[in-house]
């Protein structure tokens, strides 16, 4: 993409409304860009409508026209979660038009360097403690992306000696040509958002454009335990900095002494007290960071997060000795693996944010069994049968919902379970899963837990993941 001062006086068209929509128009509009931003959602669903217009952006809601992508149009710049089947996108490709994310926008207007993270799974926690480390180590960052803020609005917002902290997903990356962090940081990959991507080579493509640009003086950090990740980190240009929960790093940042076993319980785990993060450097110098068992959230998943933070907060320049309070003091971040409360001796856990089968993997290994588990949502072609083995070993009951139900109920019954309910929708998704939370709670005993872990996206019953969550926090205290 060309410096934003390239556009001005020719025609951008911003494809999806929304914050980040919204942030891409104004910043064209700014560099004097004849600007048209587009919605196929009606006018009152589209609230940034007004503001744009009184700017004197052109705003179309309602639909694609299709005059919308034209001969002159110079740039598209598209909500990253319109797929690339869409009609205007199809237009601008076929008359050449590039097409890009507020996310390549955002990496032109930074003055600070930026530090992206990517992954299938633990973005938001590894995002959201990278922050909270940074911070306490005084390098002024400011995070933003995936996680909720414009990339662009904080990209403006932010000094010369911050840090610009980004969660990026697969469909911001994918729209990105030039776009260049500083530390680029990939956690993991699983097979996920498929319905998008159409092939798992085309969604590793995208993740792997995070590292495209690198070079010398920048820092690859990439998990030395995922084949792929670790193909992607030592192809990318500058310093090579990995991760690892089970293997001894000559350089990197890794757990001493390793975990072996993959399904190695850490509530049970004798040696929990002797693990400890260490970081190794170049120069084979040992620093000892943190015990394993004194982080502020559970889970060998969320130990695998803390590793990445730990990593990046390193080559960002944090003193090793600021990093132990942040790690300890971290409590998570809503939806994930997030504490709701005990009610009449059983324990609720919010892990609404687990959209896919290895989330939820992830989350109900970390937590002590016997567990009651509500899951199901938008049906997304998956069979779900990596579940049986987690069903079949920490799984006490299961209570099904969403567009995958019967599915979720198929496995559950073929890893031997009796203890399964399907909940049928009523037109008020709310009501529905009030009710799968009452059927959870009849199953559960005191000790127990129940954890709302859905392995599927929200979009079935609500309008995404967080109101899922609220939802079922709310049931959970009236019960």
């Avoid at 902290?165 to 990939?186: M, N, W, Y």
């Amino acid at each position: 993409m060309m410096p934003l001062a390239n556009y001005r006086g020719r025609k951008v068209v911003v494809l999806g409304l929304a914050r980040s929509g919204a942030a891409a128009a104004k910043l064209f509009h700014q560099a004097g860009s004849v600007v048209t931003a587009n919605d196929r959602k009606e006018r009152e669903a589209c609230p940034e409508a007004s503001e744009l217009e009184a700017l004197g952006i052109s705003v179309v809601c309602g639909g694609h026209p299709d005059d919308l992508v034209t001969s002159d149009t110079a740039l598209l710049v598209k909500n990253p979660g319109i797929p690339y089947s869409a009609a205007p996108i199809r237009q601008a490709e076929a008359m050449g038009v590039e097409i890009v994310t507020e996310v390549e926008v955002a990496g032109q207007l930074s003055p600070a360097p930026i530090i992206g993270i990517t992954g299938s799974n633990g973005k938001t926690t590894t995002t959201t403690w990278t922050g909270e480390i940074l911070s306490a180590a005084g390098l002024s960052p400011i995070v933003a992306g995936n996680i909720g803020r414009p990339l662009s609005d904080a990209a403006q917002e932010i000094g010369p000696d911050g840090w610009l902290v980004a969660e990026l997903s697969s469909f911001q990356l994918k729209g990105t040509t030039d776009f260049h962090p500083r530390i680029a940081c990939l956690l993991n990959l699983a097979e996920t958002h498929l319905d998008y991507h159409g092939t798992m080579e085309d969604y590793v493509a995208s993740k792997a454009k995070l590292f495209a640009n690198l070079s010398e003086g920048d820092t690859a950090v990439y998990n030395a335990d995922d084949a792929v990740c670790a193909e992607i980190g030592r192809a990318s240009a500058g310093r090579q900095w990995p991760f690892s929960l089970s293997k001894r790093l000559t350089v990197g940042v890794s757990v001493e002494p390793p975990f072996t076993a993959v399904g190695e319980d850490e509530s049970r785990e004798t040696r929990a007290a002797e693990r400890w993060i260490v970081s190794r450097d170049e120069s084979g110098a040992k620093t000892r960071i943190v015990p394993v068992d004194r982080l502020g959230i559970p889970g060998r998943h969320n130990c695998a997060n803390a590793l990445a933070a730990v990593a990046i907060a390193l080559a960002a320049g944090a003193e090793p000795a600021s990093l132990r309070e942040p790690l300890e003091a971290f409590k998570g971040v809503e939806h994930r693996l997030e504490y709701v409360g005990t009610f009449r001796g059983v324990r609720y856990y919010n892990d609404s944010k687990a959209t896919n089968p290895t989330a939820t993997i992830m989350s109900v290994s970390s937590l002590p069994a016997p567990l009651v588990l509500i899951a199901g949502g938008l049906d997304r072609g998956s069979d779900y049968r990596e579940l049986i083995p987690l069903f079949r070993d920490r799984v006490k009951g299961v209570v099904a919902i969403g567009e995958t139900r019967e599915k979720i109920h198929k496995v559950a019954e073929e890893a031997g379970l009796t203890n399964v309910v399907v909940v049928e929708p009523v037109e008020d998704a709310a009501e529905t899963l009030k009710r799968a939370v009452l059927e959870a709670s009849a199953l559960a005993g005191p000790g127990d837990t129940v954890l709302l872990s859905p392995a599927c996206a929200s979009w079935d019953m609500f309008p995404s993941y967080e109101v899922r969550g609220r939802i079922f926090k709310q049931s959970a205290h009236t019960l």
